[in-house]
């Protein structure tokens, strides 16, 4: 079944869409100040597999996992992957998870460095896409 799928599709559609996508993909995370370590400098070298650079890699992927976003762990970070099965729904949902974890690594420096005092706060709940700050009841 799936070889008369992939057949029906045609192996050229699929390498056009894939390519598609992963330019699109690219594109964005560029706008949302994620390195892209994959050669992009010319079009016949792109492929539909992109490298992203990112500090713990695992803890990235292992993230975006319980999102239900499988990405592959390498050294210097993440490979995502586009194929025609994909969309450009799945691309923005990777964005806007990767954007949390950029929000979560700024709240994380701001405070690095700054005594806070959480006097009336019995929680501080956080999170890679969202936080937030729990009072006593």
């Known amino acids: ?3 008369e799928l992939i057949q029906s599709i045609g192996i050229e ?11 699109r993909l690219t594109s964005r995370l ?16 792109r492929s539909a597999e992109t490298l992203v650079a990112a500090d713990g890699p695992a803890k ?14 390498k050294p210097q970070g993440i490979r995502v992957s586009t194929d025609f099965f994909n969309n ?4 923005e949902k990777l964005i806007h998870r990767l954007h949390g974890l950029h929000l979560w690594l700024a709240f994380l420096l701001f405070f690095a460095d700054v005594p806070v ?18 009072g006593e009841s």
């Not at 990235?60 to 999102?67: D, G, K, M, T």
């Not at 450009?88 to 691309?91: A, G, H, K, L, P």
């Not at 009336?120 to 700050?133: D, E, I, P, R, V």
């Open 30 to 45: 560029d706008e949302s100040g994620w390195k892209v370590l994959s050669p992009l400098g010319e079009e016949r070298f």
């Open 117 to 134: 005092e959480f006097e009336s706060l019995k929680f501080l709940c956080a999170s890679a896409t969202n936080f937030c700050m729990i």
């Open 13 to 23: 559609n699929i390498q056009t869409r894939s390519l598609e996508l992963n330019r």
């Open 60 to 73: 990235v992927v292992s993230h975006l996992a319980e999102q239900k976003i499988l990405v592959t762990e």
């Open 1 to 3: 079944a799936s070889i």
């Open 88 to 91: 450009e729904d799945d691309i």
